[in-house]
C-alpha cells in the first residue's frame, strides 16, 4: 500500500515594527589650552608648540595633549583670529603651525571639543507584530 503525503503551500506577511522612540545624548567636552609664541617655536618653515608649552583652563600644566577621536575636532587661535584647520597638525605632543609668519609673544589658543560622550538608547520600545500566515490546502 503506497504511502499518502499531504502538500500544503503556505504565504505569509512580513513582520511590521511601529512605534518605539530612540532618545541620544551628547555631552561634549569643551578643552581650552594657551600659550604664546616663543622664538625656540619658530623654526624650519614651521612653528611647533610643544604641549608642555600649553596650560590648560584651571593654568595647570600640560603634560600631553588630548588624542583626538573620530568625532572630535579642533580649533586654532593665533591673537584670537581662528585659523584654518588644514594649516595646522596636532598630536599629543604638540601642535605645528604651517608658517613662520608669527610674532614672539603672540598668544595662540588650542580649543579641542571631544563628542565622546554621546548616547543612544531605545526609551519606548518598538511594537513588532506577528507575521500572519495562510495554509492553503
Not at 14 to 19: L, M
Not at 31 to 44: C, H, L, P, Q, V
Not at 102 to 131: C, N
Request: no cysteine.
Amino acid at each position: 500500500m503506497p504511502v499518502i503525503k499531504p502538500v500544503f503551500s503556505a504565504v505569509a506577511t512580513a513582520p511590521v515594527a511601529s512605534g518605539g522612540a530612540i532618545t541620544t545624548t551628547v555631552t561634549p567636552v569643551a578643552s581650552r589650552f594657551f600659550t604664546a609664541i616663543t622664538a625656540d617655536m619658530i623654526a624650519g618653515g614651521v612653528t611647533t608648540i610643544a604641549a608642555a608649552s600649553f596650560v590648560d583652563d584651571a593654568d595647570a600644566a600640560v603634560v600631553a595633549l588630548p588624542a583626538l577621536a573620530a568625532t572630535d575636532y579642533f580649533n586654532v587661535y593665533i591673537n584670537g583670529v581662528l585659523q584654518q584647520q588644514s594649516l595646522s597638525t596636532l598630536t599629543t605632543a604638540s601642535l605645528v603651525l604651517a608658517t613662520v609668519d608669527i610674532v614672539v609673544g603672540v598668544p595662540v589658543t588650542l580649543e579641542i571639543a571631544s563628542f565622546g560622550g554621546t548616547t543612544s538608547t531605545i526609551t519606548t520600545q518598538p511594537t513588532i507584530s506577528a507575521p500572519t500566515i495562510t495554509i492553503i490546502t
